[in-house]
């Protein structure tokens, strides 16, 4: 779950047809996406895809961060982002790569959930998420881990594949609740997990 993982993304054909269904809008979750949803408590929210000018939406979100969530989103003791971290999850194709982000009614970001293939299997991907402290606890999470699990799902993406602190509890629950189906391997501090995209409601 924590990637910051360095990917060469070469584009092939299947990847050039994923991109053309893109822009002709055969996809619901396209640069021109936007939702507005309202958090449990009422505070309303904008969905839309992660762009490259949100570099600075990034970094400030960082700050956000109690040390805690800091350390399960990336498994270490990460305190800033570097410029390159910061290209590295803003400058993305939405297929290889793909990032939804909630705003709060100023405009700032509160939240981000992203997927990333690995590996040559065309079928999973890598997962992440993160909420700032401020506004977890009121359904965010669940609520951008479904448009991921549905973006995926329109991909052709049949499968999670992810890493967490095992004492993760808020992502535990988290995941307990969107998924069908998922199997976790418990190796010391850290659980893996991959969970089916099949039959799932979001
Ligand atoms: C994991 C995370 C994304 C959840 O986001 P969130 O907006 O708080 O999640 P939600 O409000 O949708 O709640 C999801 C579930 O977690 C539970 N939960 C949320 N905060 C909790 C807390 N502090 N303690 C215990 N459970 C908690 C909720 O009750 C809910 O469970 P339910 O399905 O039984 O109702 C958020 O805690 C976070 O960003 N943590 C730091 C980064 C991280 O751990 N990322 C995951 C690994 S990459």
Redesign the pocket.
């Known amino acids: 779950?924590?990637h910051l993982r360095k990917t060469k993304l070469t584009c092939t054909t299947s990847q050039a047809l994923l991109m053309t269904k893109l822009t002709k809008n055969t996809y619901k979750f396209t640069p021109a996406y936007r939702e507005a949803v309202n958090l449990?408590d009422g505070t309303p929210v904008t969905l839309r895809l992660v762009i490259p000018a949100d570099k600075p939406l990034l970094e400030r979100g960082m700050d956000n961060?109690s040390p805690?969530?800091?350390f399960?989103?990336f498994l270490s003791a990460k305190l800033k982002l570097t410029n390159a971290d910061l290209r590295y999850l803003t400058e993305i194709d939405g297929v290889d790569h793909f990032a939804i982000g909630a705003l709060n009614q100023t405009g700032e970001g509160i939240?981000v959930a992203r997927f990333v293939h690995f590996g040559d299997d065309r079928e999973v991907v890598e997962p992440?998420?993160?909420?700032?402290d401020a506004?977890?606890?009121?359904?965010?999470?669940?609520?951008?881990?479904r448009r991921l699990m549905a973006a995926a799902r329109e991909r052709g993406i049949k499968r999670f594949h992810?890493s967490?602190?095992s004492d993760?509890?808020?992502?535990m629950?988290?995941l307990?609740?969107v998924a069908q189906r998922i199997c976790f391997d418990c190796q010391g501090a850290v659980l893996e997990f991959e969970m089916s995209l099949d039959n799932s409601t979001d």
């Open positions: 779950m924590h449990s961060f805690e969530s800091r399960h989103r939240g992440a998420i993160a909420v700032i506004y977890q606890n009121k359904g965010l999470g669940r609520i951008l881990f992810g967490m602190l993760n509890k808020p992502m629950q988290l307990h609740s």
